[in-house]
């Protein structure tokens, strides 16, 4: 009878286990950059046993978007974890003064269906007779660790701190020391974290740290619940294309191979690689030995206080970010950015050092091929496209993951000829034909095309599920120079020169892309409709992060916000010289001169140049020829056509 009294109490307190378990839900979003939090909860849980010995749970934010519980939850932390602990008889503060130490760097180990078997196991987690890290691993070490009861005269509660990282340690891969004061100045009790060392080619995967865990006496003998989150950033990157006519493959990648300076310029980037997607920006290198600090938010923002926050120490930066090697596999890019061709297969990410600090944007240069979809077997290689990610979305948080998705359209900055000779852009070739007599004439339009890269974001959407964003949800638009990585600062929102603004696109006529609208722009009558944006787009310092904390700060040169109230269609215009029409006036009765350039035009109005004109035809076509009488602005424009769900 009393065996059987045990194994139902054992059955009741594996039924409660699983809520010793949780995850919180997240969802990711960047275009050309975006990213989301992992929030873990705290579950209270009553006292099991009634003996007042200290237990412990945990609770596992996670990718997956799924529930870990049990073995799955353990099995990510490699069953085990560290933890140190402290009980404070007068307020806790930033120095180790009133920090009595309970549990200096103890082992604790998972056993599935254990829990209740001993006073200090509640959950499957056990701590009492484990063998410690005893060597420089893990410091301070402990000698022996015994079991730990909750002591009332400590008025003032407990601090848990905990990592996980049993494969890293038991390589040689990390060292961990705990900060038992805060080096900082005022001192705080967010500073009291961990000095972590990682040695060469660590996987920072496999490294978890709990969130700072006070527990007030109120909740002295519930089980210590610890919120655990991966140390590492997690990055990937998509392409897709909106060449009409064309497929997109991508053909190479370039970098600079100096990796102890920062890259300023696309100029220095100039080894090409043919695998692996690259991209010049400021991170630390996992090829040497580096140091991060583990710390923990304050109590500036409540929804993320006492979470793990990771800065860099001594460590050496490398201006070279690899991925995977997918992308230039890829015989032709996807079509949208709802299915992006991925940097690895599956969109699964790379797990990087977190860097919250960096100061350089992402430098993207590439060079590709379009293939004509019409069976010609016509091919255009374009060389030196290029595209900016402001480093306001390139500042890696631990446990946080980022997508950077980047649109190739026939707004490219690269050339189809030679870099720096031949002028930038696809260029549209497009014919007219005007019946006058024994003629024809060709009419070539050219559009020129800034040298910008323009970076949309949304916290609300994820483009990969939006295709690119959600209604409703504010839409920010940044502007980089990439001469001078510089976001170029719209005065005001309007139509005139060094302006942006926002229009709802709607067409009669030619399919709506950047490079039809920018026709448009410049006097093309192409049955495209642009009506500026309802409420109207406002300049904006500062855009909301998707990971919790303060927002995205870009000063005086701002960011460009609207909010779509419908789904369709948007085009954002930065106007950097205003479109002034050229004038003209017809020949009338005059002469012909071989110096003069004559024009005639199509029925919309659209001038170009008659190129068959000769003295002996002059007197048939003159009365549809035209002079140029003032030669107008031709007008330089950044635009992206934005699409919203």
Partial sequence: MRQEKKLLIMFKRLKKMKKYFLIAVSALALASCSNDAYLGDNVEETQVGGTGAISFATAMPNLQKATQVGNTAATTLGNQFVVYGTKHASAEDGTATNDAVVFKNYVVEYASATAGTVASNSSDWDYVGKTPYADAKVSPATDVQTIKYWDYSAANGYTFYAFAGKTLLDGDK????????????????????????????????????????????????????LTFRNLGAKVRAGFYETVPGYKVKIDKFYFDTDASAAVTTFD????????NFKASLQNVSQAADQELTVTYYDNTDASIENHVKVTNGASTSLYTLTLGDKITDATELATTSATPTWDKTGGEYTVVSPFEGNTNPMLVKVDYTLTSEDNSGEVIHVKNARAVVPFQYVKWKANYAYTYIFKISNNTNGSTGTPGTDPEGLFPITFDAIAVTATDANQETVTTVATNAVTTYSKGSDVTV???????????????????NAVIAPAAIGDLATNAQVYVATTTGDAISEASVKANLTGANNGITLTAVTPAATLVQEVPSATNGENLDFGERGAVKFTPSAAGTYVYVYTTAKYVAPAYTAVGSGT????????????????????????????????????????????????KVIKVK
């Fill in 174 to 225: 990390v060292t961990i020391t705990k900060v038992t004061e805060d080096a900082a100045t005022p001192k705080t009790v967010y500073g009291k974290g961990y000095t972590v060392n990682v040695k060469a080619n660590a996987d920072l995967s496999g490294l978890y740290y709990a969130d700072r865990t006070p527990v007030a006496k109120a909740n002295y003998g519930k089980p210590v619940i």
């Fill in 268 to 275: 220095a980037m100039d080894t090409e690689s043919t695998t």
């Fill in 466 to 484: 939006d295709n690119e964003y959600k209604n409703g949800t504010d839409i920010y638009v940044v502007n980089t120079n990439v001469a001078t």
């Fill in 592 to 639: 012909f001169d071989a110096e003069t350039t004559y024009y005639m035009k199509t029925p919309e109005d659209v001038y170009y140049v008659a190129t068959s004109v000769t003295a002996s035809n002059f007197g048939d076509l003159k009365a549809n020829l035209y002079i140029q009488t003032a030669a107008g602005t031709p007008g330089v424009y950044d635009v």
